[in-house]
């Protein structure tokens, strides 16, 4: 019964953080493989054969992403890890790299080679200096044993990587304002085209690629793409790593094989174990915060009535009208006793806190969205405020530089469409809503 | 040279140079097609992209390939493809879209325009009354900023900035030493030297001209007059600083000349950056070599009752060969 | 007040991250060097300590001002030793984020936001740490102190008090 494990396949293994015992597990096979006997060329067809999309939100396959990578002679070329992990509710990349370090350390070889990088970075949110620390040790511990500086393995190849930190800015986890900010600038995403690919970090050709993706390319490279392949569902290729928190009885991040149902995911003991305190569910934010949120009966069934699975078609079946998106993974389970309203709240002060301030509809927008969103959370709300908060959020969508003006637009837009009900509850029953949200909680004053 | 490349914007069909942007392809088209620009600046490199203002729907990518682009995308950035058709006024989705942009640019701007010395010249007010609802549904207290003076002949009115970064990108390429920036994050960012200090330089004054609204004002001019009781005159001198065109107008309030600015085009943009000499010490009469009235445009508030013939401006009057031309335009004008 | 300058040993770790970075892109090294900045001189970023960074940088100070008051991270103002910084973002606050504040706000006698008079903590509320499963947790420097009770967090609070200062950035252990 149990899926298959491939990232996390040796996690319980006392002492896998470190090089010896990471070693002794098989690890750094794919390095010593692929620069040993196959072709930069070979590695990208392999990771093309395999099906890997992108696992930071995306979901972009990564071979096509490889293979559009710009070679000009004479000019460097650079892998950047995304390690930002900040979109709430994913936690996945961090517990990774602490628990398994030189899965990432592994991968970045592999994967630098493949596209003829010398030099790569990983970059790391700030917030997750511990787990720099982390990694760093783990690098030293590759640069030790041969897999990382000059002439690797004896190949010739020279590959020097380094970890760079961020300091608390959840738009660089998009990967042009990661890449300013790698540069040492403030996080404002950049106008595409020209995309990384052709011109990313110092103007030079870069792929940059989240955790999750990088790791997966050892495994695809000892195992080959087309045997990856046959792992998952459809277009759905391989495992995910899931980050399962809010009401959950058993939280944590978890190596599904796509396609599990999503009913199995939450209640099998194998993963989340059910809803907490023996409540019903009531919702779900499947992907990350900034995929729609859907009541319990779309998340485990589509609107055709078939099973919903974990993976890309399956959640993304009905568009947005009654589907949603995998995302990041960032998998949120709401109870019977939840407040949707606040959780639109909650989400967007997010977006506002962390809109770049760049571009005028995101700017402007998200802050305008928390406003309405408090307003009628804390009993002030008009009727009116609910088409208000579609029509701002529909005048932010696509009209954004990057996409952040999208993930604040969609949470908002999905909340409203699937509980428009509880929105209105709001509007008419404010006494007791807040006597449902805060009634029992010890904090707030409610200020009025 | 490559060939040229063909493109149509609202159904109007123009040939421009490979690498044009849809925008100054509309911008040879003229006319009511050319999307507005609050953030784009032709003469500032980087300049761009962030207003959204000038956003179009592309319905035809180019003639290899005909898909439409999925999302609307900023005309000032978008290059044009062979064969690629752009919908402009005549898309409603656009003019939604945009309608929504000047609503957000406004929800937190002070909406002061009585006593804000841009008024009458503001390129806000322009796409606001061209571009935008009457009414605003903005229910929420305004971000305000305290007035700060950057050195002696500079304020700003953070207020009623709009985050264009013209005004960075001129410090960063016009004059020598850029010492403000974007402080903050979000819509809690600001134009700002951090700690107090002066923007003094050589060049500096040009932030007031590329500036769109009313955030960078000239301090020798505050308050002076409104710009529409003002006559400009275009003048040149011959300036000692290489870097300065010496290209200025003059604006006029009987003999006093009020206040110095870069020649404007109909776009709002400098022909030619000037030094602060020119800017903010020459005004008197005869440190200029006056060429004649400025022609200004039929719609601008500025054009009304300039050029008639019975109050000239007394530079004018003293002149027959200014009077000449300004008999020229009078008689234009009243066609 | 002693000078703002790195000791020679932090020049040189200055001097290495520098080294990561291409020939004239020494400015990639802001935000790192800025983290130590802040670790050594007191836990916030003045504008002296900026201006020495761009010093060190060879950039414009107005470069450094940008890049610190973009990033959430960097204080702007004095802070106290012990930054308490609660994640109060979805799964945390459906796990007891607010609750969590109330308790460390009683507790401490202060708001979220404020500094106690001995100038030992600071709360404050902050966007998602990626602890999500572990809620709720609050983040003290280096560490991410998770699952959260009251008991866990009087016992931090006393290990705090005790030690005197909470784990930074130029920490190596």
Known sequence: MAGKKILLEHIDVP????????????????????????SPDDVVEEVKKSGLRGRGGAGFPTGMKWSFLAKPEGRPR????????????????????????????????????????????????????????????????AYANGFLGKNILGSGYDLDLYVHPGAGAYICGEETALLESLEGKRGNPRIKPPFPAVAGLYACPTVVNNVETIAAVAPIVNMGGDEYAKIGVGRST???LISAGGHLNRPGVYEIELGV?????????????????????????????????????????????????????????GGFVSGTMLGSGGFIAFDEDSCIVRNTWNFARFYHHESCGQCSPCREGTGWMEKILHRLEYGHGKMSDIDLLVDVSKKIEGNTICPLGDAAAWPVASAIRHFRDEFEWHVNEPKLCLERNYGISQKHEVVM | ????????????????????TILNAARQIGGESVPPAMCYYSKLKGSGGKCRTCLVKVSKGSEKDPRPMPKLVASCQTQVMDGMEVENMTSPEVLEARKGVVEMLLINHPLDCPVCDQAGECDLQNLAYEHGAAGTRYEFERRKFNKINIGDKIQLHMTRCILCYRCVYTADQI?????????????KAEISTYIAQAIDNDFSGNVIDVCPVGALTDKTFRFKNRVWFTKPVDAHRDCENPKCSGKVVLWYKGEEVLRVTGRKDQYGEVESFICNTCRFDKKKTNDWVIEGPRQIEDTSVISSNHYEMEHMLPVVEK???????????????IQ | MSETRFSEETIKVVNSIVSRYPEGKQKSALIPVLHIAQAEFGGWLSSDTMDYVASLLEIKPIEVYEV????????????????????????????????????????????????????????????????????????????????????????????????????SYVDQD
């Open chain 1, 261 to 317: 149902p999503v009913e199995e995911f939450i209640y099998s003991d194998e993963y989340c174990g059910g809803i907490k305190n023996g409540k019903k569910l009531k919702a779900v934010v499947a992907g990350g915060s900034s995929v729609p949120i859907l009541p319990a009966n779309l998340i485990l069934k589509t609107a055709n009535n078939e099973q919903r699975l974990m993976s890309y078609e399956s959640l993304a079946d």
């Open chain 1, 238 to 240: 391989g495992t995910k």
């Open chain 1, 15 to 38: 002492g896998i953080n470190t090089y010896e015992v990471y070693r002794k597990m098989g690890g750094y096979r794919s390095v010593e493989k692929a620069i040993k006997s196959m």
């Open chain 3, 68 to 167: 610190a008051s973009f990033y959430s991270m960097f204080n702007l103002k004095p802070v106290g030793k012990c930054l308490l910084e609660v994640c109060h973002t979805g799964p945390c606050m459906l796990n007891g984020a607010e609750e969590l504040v109330s308790y460390l706000e009683r507790k401490l006698g202060i708001k979220s936001g404020e500094t106690t008079a001995d100038g030992m903590f600071t709360i404050r509320e902050v966007e998602c740490l990626g602890s999500c499963g572990t809620a709720p947790m609050l983040q003290c420097g280096r560490d991410f102190h998770e699952n959260l009770t009251n008991e866990k967090v009087d016992a931090l609070l006393d290990k705090l008090k005790a030690e005197g200062k909470q784990k």
């Open chain 2, 319 to 333: 002149d027959p060969e200014l009077m000449e031309q300004n008999q020229k335009m009078f008689h234009k004008k």
């Open chain 2, 175 to 187: 004059t020598d030493g850029r010492v403000h920036g974007i402080l903050n994050r979000g819509d």
């Open chain 2, 1 to 20: 040279m490559a060939d040229k490349i063909k493109v149509t914007i609202d159904g109007q069909h123009i040939e421009v140079e490979p690498g044009t």
């Open chain 1, 78 to 141: 650079y892998l950047v890890c995304n390690a930002d992990e900040s979109e709430p509710g994913t936690f996945k990349d961090r517990y990774l790299m602490e628990k398994i370090p030189h899965a990432l350390i592994e991968g970045m070889i592999t994967s630098s080679y493949a596209l003829g990088a010398n030099t790569s970075y990983i970059y790391i949110r700030g917030e997750y200096f511990y787990v720099l620390r982390i990694l760093e040790k783990a690098i030293a511990e």
